[in-house]
């Protein structure tokens, strides 16, 4: 228990979670990677999104079995209490997934523009089509050149 006026970066690291919490983050971790896996399953999550929750749910149970190694990730950014730590573990974690939904969105708008811009073209196409048809049909009606009796 922390004091008043005790510096947090005194206060020793445990070397586990208490058994209650140790036994619901398991639960947390392994119901996150079935509800993944689920998804994708379903094909209501791609796989190429599904990587980084899978790795994100994995990390989660291997850090709630091995506590130690989140104690040493506390040590090795510097931070004062492993709270800390999985706040800036969940705080890349979102920097990553708006990277992964800003390079995905910047493929998807590429690609709107590239079909937007064929559609253009295959509608004026189209409308192009009927024009030649029936300058085909009567070429005297609408052809530059219009031949009279009195030119020939």
């Known amino acids: 228990m922390m004091g008043v006026g005790q510096n947090p970066a005194e206060i020793p690291l445990a070397d586990s979670l208490p058994p209650r919490q140790r036994l619901v983050a398991i639960i947390l971790a392994v119901a996150i990677l079935v509800v993944i896996l689920e998804l994708v399953r379903r094909r209501k999550l791609r796989e190429e999104y599904s990587l980084l929750w899978l790795i994100t749910g994995g990390f989660l149970l291997l850090l709630t079995v091995n506590y130690r190694l989140l104690t040493g990730l ?65 070429p005297l009606k609408y052809g530059p050149e219009q031949k009279t009796k009195k030119g020939e």
Do not use: D
Request: aromatic share 8%; charged share 20%; with cysteine.
């Open 74 to 138: 506390t040590e090795l950014i510097g931070a004062t209490l492993p709270t800390s730590t999985l706040f800036f573990g969940g705080l890349i974690f979102l920097i990553l997934v708006c990277l992964q939904f800003s390079v995905r969105l910047s493929a998807i708008t590429r690609r709107l523009k590239w079909l937007n811009q064929k559609i253009a073209l295959l509608e004026q196409s189209m409308q192009e089509q009927p024009k030649k048809a029936e300058q085909e049909r009567h």
